[in-house]
């Protein structure tokens, strides 16, 4: 079972186009992190998010916690860009623990 | 710079040799986990900990140890490695809800 839910899986863009990254989970939350992967690189975390809307530069996040779905948007999309994006959430379980959706991969063509 | 530091970086082991893996945080977190990353799949949780002398199993706990003597180190063991366990190890701590922070991984090959 998949506790965490990604759509699509793989995204190819042209630069400057808007891009939306889906999530949805099915367990009981304390938050939700969005979470960037560079090729060969480590995990960085871009969001935390517990309710509502959050925005960093061209970045937004928004969360529904009645409907158990978040969605990650880029603006203005650049080759940089390009990354594996994984959703993650926060249980409410015993040790907090998180359970992660297997990623979206994101090719921004320039 | 306060951070998640694993060691080491990449390794190659033979099948049956033991080895043990790092992670360091200077953040004063309560929690720690080590994850592994297969293609293909998200990160699944192999044992976690949430405090000092505290470890619980995750997901996939077979063919690991773990061990949090001191509150800023987190060792993840392999005892006999196999090949089933190539793959790449990641370290994470956090306090209660605030923000996850990742260690930069560590690529295991098993020969």
């Known amino acids: 079972k998949n506790e965490v839910e990604q759509s699509p899986q793989n995204l190819t863009a042209q630069e400057g186009e808007f891009i939306t990254i889906n999530c949805s989970y099915s367990?009981?939350?304390?938050?939700l992190h969005w979470l960037q992967q560079h090729p060969g690189g480590g995990i960085v975390s871009l969001f935390m998010?517990?309710?509502g809307k959050k925005k960093h530069g061209r970045l937004i996040a928004t969360i529904n916690i009645q409907e158990k779905h978040s969605s990650l948007h880029i603006t203005a999309s650049h080759p940089r860009d390009s990354a594996v994006y994984i959703c993650?959430?926060?249980?409410?379980?015993?040790?907090?623990?998180?359970?992660f959706g297997t990623g979206t991969s994101l090719t921004v063509i320039p | 710079n306060a951070g998640v530091t694993q060691t080491p970086k990449f390794r190659v082991l033979k099948t049956g040799q033991s080895m043990t893996l790092l992670c360091a945080q200077d953040?004063?977190?309560?929690?720690m986990y080590w994850y592994r990353q297969d293609p293909g799949m998200g990160l699944r949780l192999i044992h976690y900990?949430?405090?000092?002398?505290?470890?619980a199993k995750g997901e996939v706990p077979d063919g690991y140890n773990v061990s949090r003597l001191k509150k800023q180190n987190f060792l993840l063991g392999l005892e006999s490695a196999a090949p089933s366990q190539t793959s790449v190890y990641f370290c994470?701590?956090?306090?209660?809800?605030?923000?996850?922070?990742f260690g930069q991984g560590t690529r295991l090959t098993v020969v």
């Open positions: 993650a959430v926060r249980s409410t379980n015993t040790g907090n623990q998180f359970y």
């Open positions: 994470a701590s956090s306090y209660w809800t605030v923000e996850a922070f």
């Open positions: 953040m004063n977190h309560e929690y």
């Open positions: 900990s949430v405090g000092e002398g505290t470890t």
């Open positions: 998010l517990s309710s």
């Open positions: 367990v009981g939350i304390s938050a």
